[in-house]
């Protein structure tokens, strides 16, 4: 059996296992596969303009007007009828008409092929040019739409109809409304789509359209793919962004894999911080995400680091364009006391080995208090871009901008009252959390008693990242700046990101 024959008997098994009328999954009738009585189909399997975009806008049904519910020689019932507004497709290229067809079995048939817009309403669905081209013809209800390649697209019974003669078009652009416009004659209202192409021996002339609507219909029906992008990386933040298309409401999950090792639960960040900057472009504000750079990282040597966002449908990771990024940080001395740290207080922190446990030597440092078991943590009331910190007797400063690097979530702390703001305040909490281990035991550093007070540096937000849209937006090291940043999202729609999910469409 040859190969076309192969491929024609893998459709003909789908249509018999097809799903009734109302049926949601794409499915359909295999080429030339006309509705009994109708003529005689041509089977083709060629698609003649591979890559092209469906079209119309949303969901569409292609069927036949004339044999369908409601058409002329139909079986009865109304144009508007549901079985006329569900899958399987049928191709009706070389149903009986009296125009000359040289490629079709009769030498006349239809041009090309009728498609329904999502709902029988007209002047409501657009059509939109399916290939960059010119428009070389406006009628009274047609247009034509030629591609460089002279392939002539064909667009009938438009209303609302937007361009002109001459006027350069490109891929998506708005050409009218599905309607019913026939120069004063009756038809159903529905798109009929030509392709007129050179063939050899033959000339210009109307070409299978179905098969080349089929491939652009399934492009449609793939669920978008997950995507995201590394917009900032230096040994102060590192930090991007993840979205699911299918998904915009949830905060995705970005995994870093360090030099090739496979990553733990602890190498993870939430997209979930709100950048202004996301919200036009993805229609959706908290899907940023920024962390300290690992202090693991931080012994002096290059490491590369992957970034894959998690797919929640299904698991899969997805890596971000712009990842694998270089990084060298390092190395860091300790200076200071170092303080026992217990597990139980480490998790209450937040902190870990790999987001918080410089690789260093501190056994020489002396042994200070143990650390606090839990954050106890309030914004002042007067200083909006301070907060306190509960050590013990004394509560210790931090700036607001330095939140992130304690693990620390501004949005969720309440004003501190008369209670906190009577304990003494002692020294300023370092501008970071790092731990260090010694002989397995884990410590936190913590600045001597004897140094003299001076509040930590207060690091810009780069990617201007918050839980609300009033973080200023400034560039930092070798961060991207934002309007770097918008490029790239400009620029994932034409690169994406591979995926395979399960398919709506059936063959």
């Given at each position: 059996?040859?190969?076309?024959?192969?491929?024609?008997?893998?459709?003909?098994?789908?249509?018999?296992?097809?799903?009734?009328?109302?049926?949601?999954?794409?499915?359909?009738?295999?080429?030339?596969?006309?509705?009994?009585?109708?003529?005689?189909?041509?089977?083709?399997?060629?698609?003649?303009?591979?890559?092209?975009?469906?079209?119309?806008?949303?969901?569409?049904?292609?069927?036949?007007?004339?044999?369908?519910?409601?058409?002329?020689?139909?079986?009865?019932?109304?144009?508007?009828?549901?079985?006329?507004?569900?899958?399987?497709?049928?191709?009706?290229?070389?149903?009986?008409?009296?125009?000359?067809?040289?490629?079709?079995?009769?030498?006349?048939?239809?041009?090309?092929?009728?498609?329904?817009?999502?709902?029988?309403?007209?002047?409501?669905?657009?059509?939109?040019?399916?290939?960059?081209?010119?428009?070389?013809?406006?009628?009274?209800?047609?247009?034509?739409?030629?591609?460089?390649?002279?392939?002539?697209?064909?667009?009938?019974?438009?209303?609302?109809?937007?361009?002109?003669?001459?006027?350069?078009?490109?891929?998506?652009?708005?050409?009218?409304?599905?309607?019913?416009?026939?120069?004063?004659?009756?038809?159903?209202?529905?798109?009929?789509?030509?392709?007129?192409?050179?063939?050899?021996?033959?000339?210009?002339?109307?070409?299978?359209?179905?098969?080349?609507?089929?491939?652009?219909?399934?492009?449609?029906?793939?669920?978008?793919?997950?995507?995201?992008?590394?917009?900032?990386?230096?040994?102060?933040?590192?930090?991007?962004?993840?979205?699911?298309?299918?998904?915009?409401?949830?905060?995705?999950?970005?995994?870093?894999?360090?030099?090739?090792?496979?990553?733990?639960?602890?190498?993870?960040?939430?997209?979930?911080?709100?950048?202004?900057?996301?919200?036009?472009?993805?229609?959706?504000?908290?899907?940023?995400?920024?962390?300290?750079?690992?202090?693991?990282?931080?012994?002096?040597?290059?490491?590369?680091?992957?970034?894959?966002?998690?797919?929640?449908?299904?698991?899969?990771?997805?890596?971000?364009?712009?990842?694998?990024?270089?990084?060298?940080?390092?190395?860091?001395?300790?200076?200071?006391?170092?303080?026992?740290?217990?597990?139980?207080?480490?998790?209450?922190?937040?902190?870990?080995?790999f987001w918080s446990e410089l690789p260093a030597d501190a056994s020489s440092l002396p042994v200070g208090s143990p650390a606090p078991k839990e954050p106890l943590a309030w914004l002042d009331p007067?200083?909006?871009?301070?907060?306190?910190?509960?050590?013990?007797?004394?509560?210790?400063?931090?700036?607001?901008?330095?939140?992130?690097?304690?693990?620390?979530?501004?949005?969720?702390?309440?004003?501190?009252?008369?209670?906190?703001?009577?304990?003494?305040?002692?020294?300023?909490?370092?501008?970071?959390?790092?731990?260090?281990?010694?002989?397995?035991?884990?410590f936190l550093l913590d600045s001597t008693e004897s140094a003299p007070p001076s509040p930590p540096p207060t690091p810009t937000d780069p990617l201007g990242t918050s839980a609300d849209s009033s973080?200023?937006?400034?560039?930092?090291?070798?961060?991207?700046?934002?309007?770097?940043?918008?490029?790239?999202?400009?620029?994932?729609?034409?690169?994406?990101?591979?995926?395979?999910?399960?398919?709506?469409?059936?063959?």
């Amino acid at each position: 059996m040859s190969g076309a024959r192969r491929s024609l008997g893998v459709a003909l098994a789908v249509v018999a296992m097809a799903p009734p009328a109302h049926a949601q999954e794409f499915t359909y009738h295999p080429p030339g596969d006309l509705v009994p009585g109708s003529g005689d189909g041509r089977v083709d399997e060629k698609v003649y303009v591979p890559g092209m975009l469906f079209p119309i806008e949303g969901k569409a049904y292609a069927n036949s007007q004339v044999y369908g519910n409601g058409g002329l020689y139909g079986p009865g019932g109304g144009q508007c009828d549901a079985v006329n507004y569900s899958y399987p497709w049928r191709d009706n290229y070389c149903e009986k008409r009296s125009w000359g067809m040289p490629l079709c079995p009769s030498g006349i048939g239809h041009q090309g092929q009728d498609i329904r817009a999502e709902t029988c309403q007209k002047d409501v669905h657009w059509s939109v040019a399916s290939v960059d081209g010119t428009i070389t013809s406006v009628g009274s209800y047609s247009v034509y739409l030629t591609a460089e390649d002279g392939t002539r697209h064909d667009y009938l019974h438009m209303d609302s109809v937007q361009v002109s003669v001459g006027q350069k078009v490109t891929r998506g652009t708005k050409l009218g409304r599905v309607s019913n416009n026939f120069g004063g004659t009756a038809t159903s209202v529905h798109l009929h789509f030509n392709l007129r192409q050179n063939v050899a021996s033959l000339g210009m002339v109307y070409v299978p359209t179905y098969l080349s609507l089929v491939k652009s219909y399934e492009a449609t029906q793939t669920p978008p793919a997950p995507r995201g992008a590394v917009e900032l990386f230096d040994c102060e933040r590192i930090g991007g962004h993840a979205f699911d298309p299918e998904n915009p409401d949830d905060a995705l999950t970005v995994e870093i894999e360090v030099d090739g090792l496979p990553p733990t639960q602890d190498h993870r960040v939430v997209a979930n911080r709100h950048r202004e900057d996301l919200c036009d472009v993805l229609g959706s504000c908290k899907h940023a995400f920024l962390a300290p750079t690992p202090r693991s990282l931080f012994d002096g040597k290059p490491h590369e680091l992957r970034f894959r966002l998690i797919d929640p449908t299904d698991g899969k990771r997805y890596e971000l364009l712009d990842s694998p990024v270089s990084l060298t940080c390092g190395p860091v001395a300790p200076t200071a006391v170092r303080r026992p740290i217990d597990l139980a207080s480490r998790k209450a922190w937040g902190f870990s080995a790999f987001w918080s446990e410089l690789p260093a030597d501190a056994s020489s440092l002396p042994v200070g208090s143990p650390a606090p078991k839990e954050p106890l943590a309030w914004l002042d009331p007067s200083e909006p871009a301070r907060l306190w910190v509960r050590d013990g007797d004394v509560r210790r400063e931090l700036p607001t901008s330095r939140a992130l690097d304690w693990n620390l979530d501004v949005e969720g702390l309440e004003a501190a009252d008369d209670a906190v703001l009577e304990l003494p305040a002692g020294r300023p909490l370092p501008e970071r959390a790092e731990l260090v281990v010694v002989d397995d035991q884990r410590f936190l550093l913590d600045s001597t008693e004897s140094a003299p007070p001076s509040p930590p540096p207060t690091p810009t937000d780069p990617l201007g990242t918050s839980a609300d849209s009033s973080c200023a937006l400034a560039s930092v090291g070798s961060s991207r700046s934002l309007t770097s940043s918008l490029g790239l999202l400009a620029s994932i729609v034409a690169l994406g990101l591979a995926r395979s999910r399960k398919r709506a469409a059936a063959r």
